[in-house]
Protein backbone atom coordinates (compact mmCIF):
# COMPACT_ATOMS: atom_id res chain seq x y z
CA UNK A 1 0.00 0.00 0.00
CA UNK A 2 1.01 3.51 -0.67
CA UNK A 3 2.42 5.46 2.36
CA UNK A 4 0.06 8.95 2.92
CA UNK A 5 3.12 10.56 4.58
CA UNK A 6 5.37 10.21 1.75
CA UNK A 7 3.04 11.39 -1.22
CA UNK A 8 2.49 14.32 1.28
CA UNK A 9 5.74 15.29 2.00
CA UNK A 10 6.79 14.59 -1.72
CA UNK A 11 3.75 16.90 -2.49
CA UNK A 12 5.06 19.43 -0.71
CA UNK A 13 8.36 19.36 -2.33
CA UNK A 14 6.77 19.57 -5.28
CA UNK A 15 4.81 23.05 -4.22
CA UNK A 16 8.20 24.65 -2.53
CA UNK A 17 9.80 23.71 -6.07
CA UNK A 18 7.12 25.04 -7.92
CA UNK A 19 6.62 28.71 -5.59
CA UNK A 20 10.18 29.26 -5.72
CA UNK A 21 11.18 28.38 -9.29
CA UNK A 22 8.56 28.27 -11.04
CA UNK A 23 9.01 24.69 -12.33
CA UNK A 24 7.58 21.70 -11.89
CA UNK A 25 9.39 19.04 -11.03
CA UNK A 26 9.24 16.09 -13.87
CA UNK A 27 7.17 18.40 -16.56
CA UNK A 28 8.30 17.91 -19.94
CA UNK A 29 8.86 22.18 -19.75
CA UNK A 30 6.32 24.60 -20.88
CA UNK A 31 5.81 25.23 -24.14
CA UNK A 32 6.04 28.25 -26.08
CA UNK A 33 3.78 31.29 -26.12
CA UNK A 34 2.81 31.23 -22.34
CA UNK A 35 4.37 32.15 -19.30
CA UNK A 36 3.60 31.34 -15.87
CA UNK A 37 3.58 34.93 -14.63
CA UNK A 38 0.95 35.90 -17.77
CA UNK A 39 -1.16 32.76 -15.97
CA UNK A 40 -0.56 34.05 -12.40
CA UNK A 41 -1.96 37.54 -13.29
CA UNK A 42 -5.13 35.52 -15.42
CA UNK A 43 -5.77 33.90 -12.48
CA UNK A 44 -5.66 36.94 -10.17
CA UNK A 45 -7.82 38.72 -12.05
CA UNK A 46 -10.84 36.03 -12.56
CA UNK A 47 -10.61 35.17 -8.71
CA UNK A 48 -10.85 39.27 -8.26
CA UNK A 49 -13.91 39.79 -10.72
CA UNK A 50 -15.79 37.03 -9.67
CA UNK A 51 -14.64 35.06 -6.49
CA UNK A 52 -11.94 31.84 -6.24
CA UNK A 53 -14.92 29.46 -6.91
CA UNK A 54 -15.20 30.56 -10.27
CA UNK A 55 -11.54 29.85 -11.59
CA UNK A 56 -10.37 26.70 -12.49
CA UNK A 57 -8.50 25.21 -14.92
CA UNK A 58 -10.70 25.19 -17.62
CA UNK A 59 -12.32 28.83 -17.22
CA UNK A 60 -8.18 29.98 -16.86
CA UNK A 61 -7.45 28.13 -20.71
CA UNK A 62 -10.92 29.72 -21.99
CA UNK A 63 -9.33 33.09 -20.54
CA UNK A 64 -5.94 32.72 -22.05
CA UNK A 65 -7.08 31.51 -25.41
CA UNK A 66 -5.17 28.08 -24.48
CA UNK A 67 -5.50 24.43 -24.24
CA UNK A 68 -6.21 23.23 -20.66
CA UNK A 69 -3.53 20.35 -20.84
CA UNK A 70 -0.93 23.23 -22.06
CA UNK A 71 -1.20 24.91 -18.70
CA UNK A 72 -1.13 21.42 -16.86
CA UNK A 73 2.39 21.83 -18.27
CA UNK A 74 3.26 24.99 -15.95
CA UNK A 75 1.00 24.44 -12.71
CA UNK A 76 -0.36 20.88 -11.58
CA UNK A 77 -3.94 21.74 -10.85
CA UNK A 78 -5.93 24.83 -8.99
CA UNK A 79 -4.22 24.38 -5.61
CA UNK A 80 -1.01 24.90 -6.98
CA UNK A 81 -2.09 27.60 -8.78
CA UNK A 82 -3.97 29.68 -6.42
CA UNK A 83 -0.36 29.48 -3.62
CA UNK A 84 0.96 30.96 -7.14
CA UNK A 85 -1.41 33.84 -6.73
CA UNK A 86 -1.85 34.23 -3.21
CA UNK A 87 2.37 34.53 -3.06
CA UNK A 88 2.50 37.05 -6.21
CA UNK A 89 -0.09 39.09 -4.65
CA UNK A 90 1.77 39.19 -1.03
CA UNK A 91 5.24 40.00 -2.83
CA UNK A 92 3.80 43.18 -4.58
CA UNK A 93 3.94 45.02 -1.17
CA UNK A 94 7.38 47.28 -0.86
CA UNK A 95 8.73 47.12 3.05
CA UNK A 96 11.06 50.58 3.91
CA UNK A 97 14.11 50.25 5.37
CA UNK A 98 13.18 49.64 9.18
CA UNK A 99 15.32 52.72 10.13
CA UNK A 100 12.18 54.64 8.82
CA UNK A 101 9.66 52.98 11.72
CA UNK A 102 10.51 54.05 15.39
CA UNK A 103 9.87 50.43 17.09
CA UNK A 104 8.12 46.98 16.66
CA UNK A 105 4.90 48.58 17.14
CA UNK A 106 4.83 50.75 13.81
CA UNK A 107 6.43 48.29 11.76
CA UNK A 108 3.79 45.40 12.92
CA UNK A 109 0.93 48.32 12.33
CA UNK A 110 2.36 48.71 8.72
CA UNK A 111 2.31 45.08 8.16
CA UNK A 112 -1.02 44.96 9.52
CA UNK A 113 -2.55 47.88 7.08
CA UNK A 114 -0.89 46.29 4.33
CA UNK A 115 -2.66 43.08 4.96
CA UNK A 116 -5.90 44.70 5.70
CA UNK A 117 -5.90 46.41 2.20
CA UNK A 118 -4.54 43.59 0.69
CA UNK A 119 -7.79 41.71 1.77
CA UNK A 120 -9.98 44.63 0.60
CA UNK A 121 -8.16 44.71 -2.51
CA UNK A 122 -8.35 40.64 -3.02
CA UNK A 123 -11.18 39.34 -1.04
CA UNK A 124 -10.60 36.00 -2.47
CA UNK A 125 -7.00 35.79 -0.74
CA UNK A 126 -8.17 35.87 3.08
CA UNK A 127 -9.16 31.90 2.62
CA UNK A 128 -5.78 31.53 1.47
CA UNK A 129 -4.08 32.96 3.93
CA UNK A 130 -5.78 32.61 7.40
CA UNK A 131 -3.82 29.48 7.83
CA UNK A 132 -0.78 28.13 9.88
CA UNK A 133 -0.27 26.52 6.04
CA UNK A 134 0.44 29.32 4.16
CA UNK A 135 1.99 29.30 0.71
CA UNK A 136 5.51 29.88 1.39
CA UNK A 137 7.22 31.58 -1.86
CA UNK A 138 8.85 34.26 -2.13
CA UNK A 139 6.82 36.95 -1.44
CA UNK A 140 4.91 35.38 1.95
CA UNK A 141 8.47 34.23 2.97
CA UNK A 142 9.56 37.87 2.90
CA UNK A 143 6.48 39.27 4.36
CA UNK A 144 7.04 36.96 7.66
CA UNK A 145 10.70 37.38 8.07
CA UNK A 146 10.38 41.23 7.65
CA UNK A 147 7.73 41.05 10.81
CA UNK A 148 9.30 38.44 12.71
CA UNK A 149 12.11 41.09 12.49
CA UNK A 150 10.00 43.92 14.00
CA UNK A 151 9.67 41.66 17.29
CA UNK A 152 13.09 40.37 17.05
CA UNK A 153 15.14 42.16 19.76
CA UNK A 154 12.36 41.80 22.18
CA UNK A 155 13.28 40.37 25.25
CA UNK A 156 10.90 37.13 24.76
CA UNK A 157 10.46 33.45 23.54
CA UNK A 158 10.65 32.41 20.21
CA UNK A 159 7.07 31.53 20.75
CA UNK A 160 5.94 34.50 21.93
CA UNK A 161 7.56 37.00 19.26
CA UNK A 162 5.55 34.15 16.12
CA UNK A 163 2.84 34.49 18.59
CA UNK A 164 2.67 38.74 18.95
CA UNK A 165 3.42 38.64 14.64
CA UNK A 166 0.32 35.90 14.65
CA UNK A 167 -1.85 38.06 17.05
CA UNK A 168 -2.09 40.44 15.06
CA UNK A 169 -2.33 39.02 11.41
CA UNK A 170 -5.16 37.38 13.19
CA UNK A 171 -7.25 40.56 14.19
CA UNK A 172 -6.63 41.94 10.31
CA UNK A 173 -7.78 38.41 9.25
CA UNK A 174 -11.10 38.76 11.57
CA UNK A 175 -11.91 42.08 10.73
CA UNK A 176 -11.54 41.61 6.95
CA UNK A 177 -13.86 38.63 7.14
CA UNK A 178 -16.79 41.22 8.86
CA UNK A 179 -15.43 44.04 6.00
CA UNK A 180 -15.89 41.38 2.71
CA UNK A 181 -19.09 39.71 3.83
CA UNK A 182 -20.48 43.09 4.29
CA UNK A 183 -19.24 44.59 0.98
CA UNK A 184 -20.09 41.14 -0.91
CA UNK A 185 -23.89 41.69 -0.12
CA UNK A 186 -25.53 44.40 -1.56
CA UNK A 187 -28.77 42.75 0.06
CA UNK A 188 -27.59 42.65 3.43
CA UNK A 189 -29.51 45.17 5.69
CA UNK A 190 -28.80 48.70 6.70
CA UNK A 191 -27.30 47.72 9.65
CA UNK A 192 -28.16 48.68 13.39
CA UNK A 193 -28.21 52.57 12.35
CA UNK A 194 -30.68 51.62 9.68
CA UNK A 195 -33.43 49.51 11.46
CA UNK A 196 -36.29 52.30 11.07
CA UNK A 197 -39.08 53.34 14.25
CA UNK A 198 -40.57 49.65 13.48
CA UNK A 199 -37.36 47.60 13.99
CA UNK A 200 -36.27 50.35 17.14
CA UNK A 201 -40.19 49.25 18.53
CA UNK A 202 -39.14 45.68 18.44
CA UNK A 203 -35.97 46.28 20.24
CA UNK A 204 -37.87 47.92 22.98
CA UNK A 205 -40.43 45.55 23.18
CA UNK A 206 -38.12 42.69 24.23
CA UNK A 207 -36.23 44.99 26.79
CA UNK A 208 -32.75 45.41 24.68
CA UNK A 209 -33.47 49.45 25.68
CA UNK A 210 -29.25 49.19 25.64
CA UNK A 211 -29.37 48.43 22.07
CA UNK A 212 -32.65 50.14 20.97
CA UNK A 213 -30.59 53.56 22.92
CA UNK A 214 -27.70 53.12 20.89
CA UNK A 215 -29.44 52.32 17.23
CA UNK A 216 -31.09 56.13 17.88
CA UNK A 217 -27.19 57.73 18.56
CA UNK A 218 -25.85 56.95 15.34
CA UNK A 219 -25.84 58.71 12.93
CA UNK A 220 -24.54 56.59 9.78
CA UNK A 221 -22.93 52.85 8.55
CA UNK A 222 -19.88 51.99 10.66
CA UNK A 223 -16.92 53.22 8.82
CA UNK A 224 -15.00 49.99 8.11
CA UNK A 225 -11.14 51.35 7.57
CA UNK A 226 -12.26 53.82 11.08
CA UNK A 227 -13.10 50.48 13.10
CA UNK A 228 -9.83 48.70 12.06
CA UNK A 229 -7.84 51.39 13.31
CA UNK A 230 -9.01 51.50 16.31
CA UNK A 231 -9.16 47.60 16.80
CA UNK A 232 -5.39 47.33 15.42
CA UNK A 233 -4.36 50.59 18.20
CA UNK A 234 -6.40 48.49 20.54
CA UNK A 235 -4.70 44.96 19.83
CA UNK A 236 -0.72 46.40 19.61
CA UNK A 237 -1.78 48.37 23.06
CA UNK A 238 -2.36 45.04 24.53
CA UNK A 239 0.88 43.50 23.33
CA UNK A 240 2.65 47.02 24.64
CA UNK A 241 1.05 46.12 27.99
CA UNK A 242 2.23 42.41 27.84
CA UNK A 243 5.55 43.71 27.00
CA UNK A 244 5.54 45.29 30.31
CA UNK A 245 5.15 42.25 32.17
CA UNK A 246 7.95 39.54 33.35
CA UNK A 247 8.57 36.88 31.17
CA UNK A 248 9.78 33.28 31.63
Do not use: C
Not at 105 to 119: D, G, H, I, P, V
Not at 146 to 166: E, F, G, I, Q, R
Not at 168 to 187: K, L, R, Y
Not at 220 to 239: C, H, I, Q, S, V
Amino acid sequence: MPDNHDDRSERARQRHDLLWTGRQRGSRGPRPGLDLADIIRAGIGIADAEGLSALSMNRLARELGSGVMTLYRYVPGKGELVDLMADAVVAQTVYPPAAEFEDWRSRLAFTARQEWTRYRDHPWLLGVMASTKLPMGPGTTAEVDWSLSSVNDLPLSASHKLWMVMTVSAFVQGAAMVAISDEADDDVAAGLDGIGPAGHEALTSIGADTLAQLTTELTGPPDLDAWFEFGLERTLDGLAQFLGRDHP
